[in-house]
């Protein structure tokens, strides 16, 4: 068997805070053909497509990857950090386009030519910046046919995972979502900072929200998500939190597989992979954490100051892979994707 090389430490890890203030999306090679200007995307199962942020200030691409088959399909735009990860591998774009989803992933950074320097200041980019970005992406799907565009879900982890809680608010939909165009049908939330106090009634979700969160997280605690989810139903919302025993946060990153081929069946994974190489528990000591923080916004348009932060920041942060944990919230957003996204459910006006 070969030995695994030493793991790295993701930066999105040792920085996790900045999940209040950055909302990194995944880029893609510079091998995928590109599209032209206006949304308008090339045929084939991955291509480039560009557009503009909802609220008109930043120019932005994304990679549309298309599942074999044919359309049009339901689609996700996936939020998630690449920058900030120290090169380790995404699982959500293959995953959802194995179960059938088309996805779009949209670099916000990239799109503001910021350095990944920014992964640690904490109001460097915040969903204040960025739900524009991601109703700008809900609009150039719109235009392509192999996408339904009755089917959009919208799904964030770790660093994405709270400008997901943001665009869920009727005021974000007010605000870019234009007449006749259908918005998010539902929302999916992973290891996501809870701590916000959502004040006035335009702040509450109009779709079905779901979030994923592990035990034994200290920096995205699941009590906080509990809190908040029983709130927003008490408003009328559709919010609901799933608690992965013993996880902490990072439960959901799963290093592949690197083992020779198992001697028989049983020794396969029941998702059938082979035994996966766990990345041990970490711990950060050095490692801003917000977990002790709670915010309180009146508007999406609200951002967090560095004296917020700094005012309850603490040091110290526990990260750790779950496989078991992360093939069972694969399992429950499978699930939950195809309760909400056949277009059948109802959205708030």
């Known amino acids: 068997m070969k030995k695994p090389a030493a793991p790295l430490i993701p930066t999105r890890w040792i920085f996790w805070t900045g999940i209040l203030s950055l909302v990194l999306v995944g880029t893609a090679c510079s091998s995928i053909p590109s599209s032209s200007e ?158 916000i106090e959502f004040a006035g009634a335009d702040l509450h979700p109009y779709a079905a929200e779901r979030i994923y969160v592990g035990e034994r997280d200290d920096m995205a605690p699941a009590f906080a998500c509990v809190q908040m989810a029983k709130f927003l139903d008490n408003e009328g919302g559709d919010v609901s939190v799933k608690v992965y025993p013993g996880a902490e946060h990072g439960f959901d990153y799963v290093p592949p597989a690197i083992v020779t081929p198992p001697l028989d069946s049983k020794a396969l994974h029941p998702h059938g ?46 990260t750790a892979s779950d496989p078991a944990a992360a093939y069972s919230m694969q399992d429950d957003l499978k699930s939950d994707l195809a309760q909400f996204l056949p277009g059948n459910q109802s959205v708030h006006q």
């Open 38 to 195: 206006g949304g308008t995307p090339i045929q084939t199962a991955n291509s480039v497509v560009r557009f503009t942020s909802a609220d008109g200030k930043i120019s932005l691409r994304g990679v549309l990857s298309v599942p074999p088959g044919n359309g049009p399909f339901a689609s996700v735009i996936i939020l998630e950090s690449e920058i900030c990860e120290g090169g380790f591998p995404e699982w959500a774009s293959t995953t959802l386009n194995s179960w059938g989803y088309a996805t779009l992933t949209v670099d916000s950074y990239a799109a503001r030519n910021l350095p990944p320097s920014a992964c640690i200041d904490l109001t460097a980019l915040q969903p204040a910046d960025t739900v524009g970005d991601v109703y700008g992406a809900l609009r150039v799907l719109e235009r392509d046919p192999r996408v339904d565009a009755n089917r959009v879900a919208l799904v964030g982890t770790w660093d994405g995972s709270t400008t997901i809680m943001v665009a869920d608010t009727l005021e974000a939909k007010h605000r870019y979502v234009p007449a006749g165009v259908i918005p998010f049908r539902a929302f999916f939330a992973i290891s996501p900072f809870c701590r």
């Open 273 to 318: 992979e082979d035994f996966t190489y766990p990345l041990r528990p970490y711990y950060v000591p050095f490692a801003d954490n917000l977990a002790a923080c709670s915010f309180r916004i009146t508007s999406i348009s609200q951002k967090t100051t560095q004296a917020e932060v700094s005012r309850c920041a603490r040091k110290g942060v526990h």
